[in-house]
């Protein structure tokens, strides 16, 4: 049965008064920093919509999103051809799974792809980075009339925890080069992410210069005692308990200071993660998924190997061999694993044309994604390319499948739908037809 | 050296004979003036460069044998046999001739990414991305040597590369190069660090826009004397998406670890391969990237660049045919022969016609 909820954007000012605007402006004004600043809080409802309890939500699903942005290849991944002129130089090696070979770059991941779904046949036809991101971003080919919520976004809605101090979502997008915000679409922007872009850190959520501990407690001490007058004299208005959940989340954000401090995190762990820049964001998103957030995403820029292709793989897929190996142990050591779904993805893969540049460009007609953790089956590998990689011959699935996919494996009805203004619009596109093989 | 200079300005494209994919590699057989080249396919293509009748615009190349199970990286020439080095981490040396595999040793533990004859030693150098320069008897194929130094990564904590990698022409020294610009030079007889120094310039680490990196010196070679030694590669890039900086080449006084040329272009490519013609006095440089391909010369006398043209395709390699004088270059597509003389004037037909 398809389950319905109601959530759109209110038109700005809607429900808020100019009173409120002043107090939120005074208390949260510039509490972040960057593209966040552009939004409303993250995880702050001024809409007045409370998300309810719900199995899942107990459940403590988590998902975290590894987008290997710019296109990483699948011929130097998870699909090699060695051999084939198409094939390039590195060798394929035995995985874990019977029959299964990886490229050579990805010693680690071989070992451990008893843990790990692959899906080899994407087709998602669209070659042009942005077009590409937001449709697999999304999972819905661009409507004028509506804008689709990012995956992740609709995630964090649906993973939500109510009593939670901490974001429903993190995008940790350091490089500036094809980064995303992850657009919140028709709902409403309290569930758009804490992005963290310039750094690991949540800019300006240090007390202001001059603002002591005690005198910001009795700053809030007051705020809560108007608050809770205001709530009196105006009982069932469900704009107070948005006003103090969005305090509530600040406040927690404050003092969350030390769980995006990776000094915190004991020196093995750094090291074992590897320095490199997506090691230790990965280890960051370990961090805050055990933390309670729900939902993160760890963008790792920039795959786009126009020349120099098999350098530029020599460089990127061993480390994130590595990163991804430990991240997989390490969420499962804790516990979490079985409870956090891990989605490797891309706009789209590469060429199987090696280009006079030894690159490889755009491709998105045949090219792989890979799964883990929560709802998945290890070890299944869906669908298969022909011998050159040129095409998929068995098990096609495009950019809806993988969003309907990701939502069954998160247990959330992918045909669960949002009523906007008219039109019942569901989690997945209609069609879209989740990748079963892949689901546990 | 040339008994006749080249003159750089009158480079023009004679032929071109065409192989599958990419070559990597090249050496020349002085005697006849064939050139092999190999690459991607594993195999050992050649063109008769140096032919009685006129070369005629395009042809393939011939394809010989193939004794590699992966890419072909770089080719040497020793006394009528050619050693291969390649990704499959061997080297293979094979009689020219007939193709007739002599001996194969397993060379590094990584893809095996050039060789060089050490003149007057009887010996190979060969690097590897087990980042070791390793020297070996060039007849029989026995280990010598190996050196180490260059770090297993770069400052970021990525895989670092040797690219680079040249002889002397006394056969006293070894020069090698890696992806962050860092530059050994090895003793020939004792096989003990000499030098060392850092080209920064030649490697781009980008932490703000797309993290991570490109470059590395990719071209090495030592001058006649000895005394200078050129790097080719790419100068700072602007997106290491791609080889999108100018093209440059350095040279250096390495004794003295000091550089004393730089040039440049704004030619937007890599140098894969360099060396000194006309007797030291002129520096080429060949390669590819987002301006197209290119061949690039720079005067070392006026030190100044002098001539630069555009090749058919992207180079990976050339050897350079004293006899001839001609450029004998590998890269995407095959061979290309370059010749460095006055086109031949037209027929009245010919002329007509363009």
Redo the contacts between chains.
């Keep these: 049965m398809k389950s319905q909820h109601n959530e759109h954007k209110q038109p700005s000012g809607t429900c808020i008064t100019h009173e409120h605007r002043f107090h939120r402006r005074a208390f949260v004004g510039g509490m972040l920093t960057g593209g966040a600043a552009s939004l409303t809080l993250p995880g702050v409802s001024f809409a007045g919509e409370v998300p309810a309890a719900s199995s899942l939500k107990q459940q403590q699903k988590r998902v975290l999103f590894l987008w290997l942005a710019?296109g990483s290849s699948q011929f130097e991944m998870w699909d090699p051809k060695p051999g084939r002129?198409t094939g390039g130089?590195f060798?394929d090696i035995g995985t874990a799974v019977s029959g299964y070979r990886v490229c050579e770059l990805m010693p680690k991941l071989a070992t451990r792809m008893n843990k790990i779904a692959v899906v080899r046949s994407l087709n998602t036809k669209i070659s042009e980075h942005f077009q590409a991101a937001d449709l697999v971003s999304t999972g819905w080919p661009k409507e004028p009339a509506l804008e689709h919520p990012e995956i992740g976004v609709v995630l964090a809605k649906e993973l939500a925890l109510q009593d939670s101090l901490l974001p429903d979502y993190v995008s940790l997008f350091?490089?500036?080069?094809g980064r995303r915000r992850p657009s919140p679409g028709f709902l409403s922007r309290r569930h758009a992410p804490l992005l963290l872009e310039g750094s690991l850190q949540p800019s300006n959520i240090e007390l202001p210069a001059g603002l002591s501990a005690e005198a910001h407690a009795r700053r809030e001490a007051l705020r809560s005692s108007l608050s809770q007058q205001f709530a009196q004299q105006r009982a069932g208005n469900d704009l107070i308990s948005g006003y103090n959940e969005a305090y509530a989340r600040v406040r927690g954000l404050m003092r969350s200071d030390e769980l995006f401090n990776l000094e915190n995190e004991p020196t093995k762990n750094r090291d074992r993660y590897?320095?490199?820049?997506?090691?230790q964001h990965c280890l960051l998103a370990r961090r805050l998924l055990e933390a309670g957030v729900p939902v993160v995403k760890v963008a790792?820029?920039?795959w786009?190997?126009?020349?120099?292709n098999f350098?530029?793989h020599?460089?990127?897929v061993?480390?994130f061999d590595n990163v991804l190996s430990v991240l997989l142990d390490d969420l499962d050591e804790r516990g979490l694993l079985a409870s956090t779904l891990v989605i490797v993805l891309s706009e789209f893969g590469r060429t199987p044309k090696?280009n006079?540049?030894?690159?490889r460009d755009h491709y998105a007609d045949a090219w792989s994604c890979a799964f883990a953790g929560c709802g998945i089956r290890g070890g299944a590998i869906h669908g298969k390319t022909n011998e050159d990689g040129t095409a998929v011959v068995e098990g096609e699935a495009n950019a809806a499948d993988v969003a309907a996919t990701i939502y069954q494996a998160a247990g959330i009805d992918p045909l669960k739908h949002y009523q906007v203004g008219q039109r019942p619009v569901p989690l997945a596109k209609e069609d879209a037809q989740p990748i079963r093989a892949v689901l546990s | 050296m040339n008994a006749k200079p080249i003159d750089p300005k009158l480079a023009r494209l004679i032929h071109t004979a065409e192989a599958?994919?990419?070559l990597y590699g090249s050496c020349l057989d002085p005697a006849t003036g064939h050139v092999y080249g190999g690459g991607?396919?594993g195999h050992i293509y050649r063109l008769p460069a140096r032919p009685t009748e006129p070369l005629p615009e395009k042809a393939p190349a011939e394809k010989l044998w193939r004794n590699h199970e992966?890419?072909i990286a770089s080719l040497a020439w020793i006394d009528g046999v050619i050693v291969s080095a390649s990704?499959d981490h061997r080297l293979i040396w094979t009689r020219a001739e007939n193709g007739q595999k002599q001996r194969e040793v397993h060379a590094h533990e990584g893809?095996v990414r050039k060789v060089v004859v050490v003149p007057h030693w009887n010996r190979l150098a060969t690097i590897g991305d087990d980042m070791l320069m390793k020297v070996w008897d060039a007849k029989t194929g026995e280990a010598i040597h190996s050196c180490a130094g260059h770090l297993r990564l770069?400052p970021?904590?990525?895989?670092n590369?040797v690219y680079g990698l040249a002889a002397s022409s006394d056969g006293k020294y070894v020069a090698t190069a890696d992806?962050t610009g860092v530059v050994f030079v090895w003793d020939a007889e004792t096989w003990q660090q000499v030098a060392t120094f850092r080209a920064e310039t030649f490697y781009t680490y980008d932490?703000?826009?797309?993290?991570?990196?490109?470059g590395?010196i990719r071209g090495l070679a030592f001058s006649p004397d000895g005394t200078r030694l050129a790097l080719g590669g790419i100068g700072p890039v602007s997106n290491?998406?791609?080889?999108v900086g100018p093209c440059r080449v350095e040279v250096w006084d390495w004794q003295n670890t000091k550089r004393t040329f730089v040039g440049s272009d704004k030619h937007q490519a890599?140098l894969n391969h360099i060396a000194f013609v006309n007797g030291g006095e002129l520096l080429v440089g060949a390669g590819?990237?987002?301006g197209g391909?290119i061949i690039g010369c720079w005067d070392m006398k006026t030190e100044s660049p002098v001539a630069k043209a555009k090749p058919k395709?992207?180079i990976q390699h050339f050897a350079f045919d004293d006899a001839a004088q001609q450029l004998l270059a590998v890269?995407?597509?095959g061979f290309q022969v370059w010749a460095f003389t006055p086109a031949p004037a037209k027929s009245s037909e010919e002329a007509k016609k363009s």
Excluded: M
């Design positions: 710019g002129e130089p060798r350091t490089t500036s080069e590897g320095r490199t820049p997506f090691g790792r820029g920039f786009d190997s126009h020349h120099d350098e530029s020599r460089e990127l061993p480390d090696i006079q540049d030894v690159g | 599958p994919g990419i991607i396919d992966n890419y990704y893809w770069t970021e904590g990525f895989l590369t992806r932490a703000e826009k797309r993290a991570r990196s490109i590395g290491v998406d791609g080889f890599i590819g990237g987002d391909p395709s992207h890269g995407h597509a």
